[in-house]
């Protein structure tokens, strides 16, 4: 257990770094934990503020930390959006990081959908329907689902 100290804003930095030292947080994350631990609400946004100008804390670094972990599963662009905007960032923070086009994004659909069901593209619709379900759980758009699901990325055809 650490030392209590009389500063409440040394308190708060001791801890945001703590939090930081594991893993990126978003300012809002950050905030929130703190406040979890009794720590007063001036010395948050002091500390915060102190911490952002020293670029301890970064919401683009954040943003593309959190963005990279979600695509190695195989997440798509909506849930990554959903994620990211979940966590305090702006929706102009995570698009900005998501510069992907349809095609790449079908292309990772596809990866996702072969991984989890194999190569095949199913011919039946009982199993098309299971797949495209899949596929809108882990955050693809109709789009991306349709032309995974045409075999047309299996073809070769983007």
Do not use: C
Not at 28 to 46: C, F, P, Q, V, W
Not at 64 to 73: A, F, G, H, I, K
Not at 100 to 119: L, M, V
């Amino acid at each position: 257990m650490p030392k209590k100290k009389n500063d409440g804003s040394a308190d708060a930095e001791e801890a945001a770094l703590r939090l930081l030292a594991r893993r990126e947080h978003s300012r809002a994350e950050l905030a929130a934990k703190l406040a979890r631990r009794g720590i007063a609400a001036s010395d948050i946004d002091t500390t915060l503020d102190r911490l952002e100008t020293e670029v301890a804390i970064s919401e683009a670094r954040f943003v593309e930390q959190l963005v990279r972990t979600r695509l190695r599963p195989g997440y798509g662009p909506l849930r990554i959006h959903r994620d990211v905007v979940a966590k305090g960032v702006a929706p102009e923070a995570a698009d900005a990081e998501m510069r992907f086009d349809d095609d790449e994004w079908s292309i990772r659909a596809e990866a996702a959908r072969s991984q989890r069901f194999g190569k095949v593209v199913p011919s039946g619709q009982r199993e098309r329907a299971r797949q495209a379900r899949f596929l809108e759980r882990r955050g693809y758009t109709a789009t991306h689902i349709a032309r995974v699901l045409s075999g047309a990325l299996a073809n070769g055809n983007h």
